[in-house]
């Protein structure tokens, strides 16, 4: 069976410019004092490889910094390698999956524009037409489950933080996605709704689709990875591989931050 | 992708501005311009009315362009989160634009009666040209957007020429005003592709404005310019477009 994530040997490599020499101003003073203006390389990525195939869940662990976000920005597509590759061979276009990215709460909502015409724009954006998300609308609707109705009308600039969460998460759940990525976003909803949104992907799990998720919460990473990946520092320091346990791995990286904290204590 | 060409933009104001916006510049122009600068005497229609059909085209370009400059920065949170072709934002833009024309040329209706005033049936052959602005602005739009990405003092220097820019257009002055300064001052004028659009579309909706015949190898160079560009406009936003997301 293809792989649903074929993740090989990818780099990547940020450039980071030092303030002063940023913005046009900034590349113009530097050509007049005689100096190129001078960026850093920071190393966001080197050498990660995984396969991850279709209907695992697999959880990124590990420390700020240490490249999960980045590694999902690849995934998402809205990024790209300087070396290696990254494929998706089961979807029928391995260059372009059917994804669902819940990067950040309700990414790429339009402030002005109401809850409703935002889940079509969304919809829109995520690849569907029209007339399908007319048929998911009241789905989409029982999901986010606003007290009132009204809501829907109002310009979700107006919607609380909560909201905004149920709104996104409603709307990418429903458009058939084959891969999932989710980076932290479950941890703002109300409890029953963060109960709703497990369910939501235990269902997606029983189907078979593939998810991938950044989080910082062992009790969600328990709760519903079948593998975890640990980063650090651009690379993979550990990987439960498809099937294996996944406490040794999350145990070494506790190790781990232990030891760094020891470190900086001493 | 076609629900954020219509959908997108335009939401909160309402479209009474496409024609309040022009109308107010064409009255203040027709006054300093029109009266106080004589320019009405060589415009064979009211001054107002060739201002503010001048101006409908103008605004597609100029508020067009400056849309479009900062459409990438304005989507930001987009960009960086979902993957889809980042043209669709200049493009949409710049179309969105287009639905302001649609309703100025509504706001002409009440002008013409106003000043009694019949347009030519060649006001259809008028709106055939529209594409040559469209091209001209998405290209530009598409450079421009791409550059302010890395450099985010651009949208000041396309602020800033396009109110040059503004003199470059046969709106506040007769179009005699440059021909009478020789044939040689005449080309130069018309290779601004604006100019010449602008200048064409009102001599076929107002014949009595000018020999439209003698624009026709001005508008096969300008819709020569506009390919050029959008192609151009392209190519580099596409060069540039895998890294738009590391540089937001």
């Known amino acids: 069976m293809p792989a649903a994530i074929e993740v090989l040997h990818i780099n990547k490599t940020f450039h980071v410019r030092k303030a002063a020499y940023a913005g046009l101003k900034g590349t113009i003073g530097a050509f007049f004092k005689g100096i190129r203006a001078q960026t850093v390389a920071k190393v966001g990525l080197s050498d990660v490889t995984f396969v991850v195939q279709p209907g695992e869940t697999v959880a990124l662990i590990g420390g700020n910094g240490s490249g999960k976000s980045t590694l999902l920005s690849l995934l998402a597509r809205v990024m790209k390698p300087d070396v290696g590759t990254v494929r998706f061979p089961a979807s029928a276009d391995a260059d372009r999956p059917r994804l669902a990215p819940l990067l950040e709460v309700g990414a790429g909502f339009h402030p002005d524009l109401t809850g409703t015409q935002n889940i079509f724009f969304n919809g829109s954006i995520l690849g569907l037409t029209r007339a399908q998300m007319q048929e998911r609308i009241g789905d989409i609707r029982a999901f986010a489950d606003f007290e009132d109705e009204i809501y829907y009308d109002a310009p979700v600039r107006t919607y609380s933080s909560g909201m905004y969460v149920r709104l996104g998460f409603a709307v990418a759940v429903h458009t058939d996605p084959e891969i999932i990525l989710v980076d932290e976003t479950l941890a703002v909803g109300d409890e029953a709704f963060q109960e709703k949104c497990y369910a939501r992907i235990a269902q997606f799990q029983r189907d078979g689709r593939t998810i991938v998720f950044v989080s910082h919460d062992m009790a969600a990473v328990r709760r519903v990875a079948s593998r975890v990946v640990w980063l650090s520092h651009g690379a993979v320091a550990g990987d439960s591989e498809a099937g294996g346990d996944i406490e040794p791995v999350i145990a070494a990286y506790h190790e781990y931050l232990h030891a760094q904290a020891d470190k900086k204590q001493t | ?248």
């Open chain 2, 1 to 248: 992708m076609r629900d954020i060409k219509t959908r997108y933009k335009q939401s909160a104001l309402g479209y009474a501005w496409a024609v309040l916006n022009p109308l107010i510049f064409a009255a203040t122009y027709a006054v300093v311009f029109g009266f106080l600068l004589k320019q009405r005497d060589m415009v064979a229609i009211p001054f107002t009315l060739y201002v503010y059909f001048g101006l409908l085209i103008w605004n597609l370009f100029a508020i067009g362009l400056s849309t479009a400059t900062e459409s990438l920065i304005a989507h930001v949170s987009l960009i960086t989160k979902v993957y889809f072709p980042r043209e669709v934002f200049p493009i949409s833009a710049v179309l969105s634009k287009l639905v302001d024309v649609g309703f100025g040329l509504i706001g002409l209706v009440p002008l013409l009666l106003f000043y009694g005033v019949a347009p030519s049936p060649k006001i259809l052959l008028a709106l055939c040209l529209l594409p040559i602005p469209l091209l001209f602005t998405i290209g530009l739009g598409m450079l421009c957007a791409c550059a302010n990405l890395f450099y985010r003092d651009v949208r000041y220097v396309v602020t800033m020429i396009l109110g040059l820019m503004t003199f470059s257009v046969p709106n506040m002055y007769a179009v005699k005003l440059i021909s009478d300064r020789g044939e040689k001052a005449f080309a130069l004028y018309m290779l601004n592709p604006m100019a010449v659009t602008i200048e064409a579309m009102r001599r076929l909706t107002f014949p009595q404005t000018g020999d439209f015949a003698e624009l026709t190898g001005y508008l096969a160079i300008a819709g020569a310019i506009s390919l050029v560009t959008f192609f151009a406009g392209y190519a580099v936003f596409k060069h540039y477009e895998p890294r738009f997301a590391e540089f937001v």
